[in-house]
């Protein structure tokens, strides 16, 4: 089970950090990922991570500003999100898959309840 939480509503310039926890599983051996939906479109990918931690991959969108990491120790995914832009505004979604193939951004297969995030300009 995936459970992602920190969501909220912050105004444009300001950081917000998403976490995510993960039960049930072997948290290491899986990639991990966030995506993002607006209301009425499709689930947009935002950044992805390898089991290891050692790489990442972001939609165009966000590099530069925003930064994934994970802890495999607490089974625990993080988005740091920076320079926050009303555009940024969506239900974030974690999500995983047991593969290597973290940047492929097509197949991830286990997904969390989203936590809204608000950017107000």
């Known amino acids: 089970q995936l459970q992602a939480s920190g969501g909220g509503l912050v105004q444009a310039g300001d950081s917000l950090r998403l976490s995510c926890a993960a039960s049930?599983?072997?948290?290491?051996?899986?990639?991990m990922a966030w995506f993002r939906q607006t209301s009425g479109k499709e689930r947009d990918f935002v950044a992805a991570?390898?089991?290891?931690?050692?790489?990442?991959y972001y939609a165009d969108s966000v590099k530069g500003r925003f930064t994934i990491s994970r802890d495999n120790a607490k089974s625990t995914e993080h988005l740091q999100m920076n320079s926050l832009k009303p555009e940024d505004t969506a239900v974030y979604y974690c999500?995983?898959?047991?593969?290597?193939?973290?940047?492929?951004?097509?197949?991830?297969?286990?997904w969390g309840r989203g936590t809204l995030v608000t950017v107000s300009s």
């Open positions: 999500a995983a898959k047991a593969s290597v193939a973290y940047f492929r951004t097509d197949d991830y297969d286990y």
């Open positions: 991570i390898s089991w290891s931690g050692t790489g990442t």
């Open positions: 049930g599983r072997t948290f290491s051996v899986y990639s």
